[in-house]
T-cell receptor, first 114, second 112 residues
Framework: GEDVEQSLFLSVREGDSSVINCTYT??????LYWYKQEPGAGLQLLTY?????DMKQDQRLTVLLNKKDKHLSLRIADTQTGDSAIYFC??????????????FGIGTKLQVIP | DGGITQSPKYLFRKEGQNVTLSCEQN?????MYWYRQDPGQGLRLIYY???????QKGDIAEGYSVSREKKESFPLTVTSAQKNPTAFYLC???????????FGQGTRLTVV
């Protein structure tokens, strides 16, 4: 079955780069996502990558995908205090019924130290 | 503005009572989902619906029920059969074949 794993906690200093890592088990994943959740709020999609891509860059965010190792990472450049949140890695699979089932990791809490 | 709305934001329920969480979207999405979030466990799928009048159980459907009478609405009922209902509930929608799921702001349910 699908399983997505990520570390629970990451602490970085303001201005440094943050790298959040994730591993997944299902090689037939179609899309891989990074979501951000601020306290008491829903999830906000930060970025996603197609499974046939290796890298995607969007402003301060860089996503790297290693399909061989089933490893996904999110790099946040010049991390700011406003980046403090929980970051969820997720994979989606398309089922025969035409829907996408999204499986989430446990979430990595990023703490940015001023 | 288009989006997905959950209400209420906070909900308290007495043990043994059923309670219904609302989820409405005006994004014209076919697919809608309900997830439950517990501390240290990430998100788990409760129910999903691909089209109107059709829905399927997710990974933890026991003690929950849903309906999908309208495309825009996918209410979740937490029944008294749910053993540990206190949690944060997130609703999401997607086109079904699109690349991203849009999430509501969540409802925090507390059973007292």
């Amino acid at each position: 079955g699908e399983d997505v794993e990520q570390s629970l906690f990451l602490s970085v200093r303001e201005g440094d780069s943050s790298v959040i890592n994730c591993t997944y088990t299902d090689s037939s994943s179609t899309y891989l996502y990074w979501y951000k959740q601020e306290p008491g709020a829903g999830l906000q999609l930060l970025t996603y990558i197609f499974s046939n891509m290796d890298m995607k860059q969007d402003q301060r965010l860089t996503v790297l995908l290693n399909k061989k190792d089933k490893h996904l990472s999110l790099r946040i450049a010049d991390t700011q205090t406003g980046d403090s949140a929980i970051y969820f890695c997720a994979e989606s699979l398309f089922h025969s019924g035409g829907y996408q089932k999204v499986t989430f990791g446990i979430g990595t809490k990023l703490q940015v130290i001023p | 503005d288009g989006g997905i709305t959950q209400s209420p934001k906070y909900l308290f329920r007495k043990e043994g009572q059923n309670v219904t969480l609302s989820c409405e979207q005006n994004l014209n999405h076919d697919a809608m989902y309900w997830y439950r979030q517990d501390p240290g466990q990430g998100l788990r799928l409760i129910y999903y619906s691909q089209i109107v009048n059709d829905f399927q159980k997710g990974d933890i459907a026991e003690g929950y029920s849903v309906s999908r009478e309208k495309k825009e609405s996918f209410p979740l009922t937490v029944t008294s059969a749910q053993k540990n209902p206190t949690a944060f509930y997130l609703c999401a929608s997607a086109t079904g074949l699109d690349t991203e799921a849009f999430f509501g702001q969540g409802t925090r349910l507390t059973v007292v």
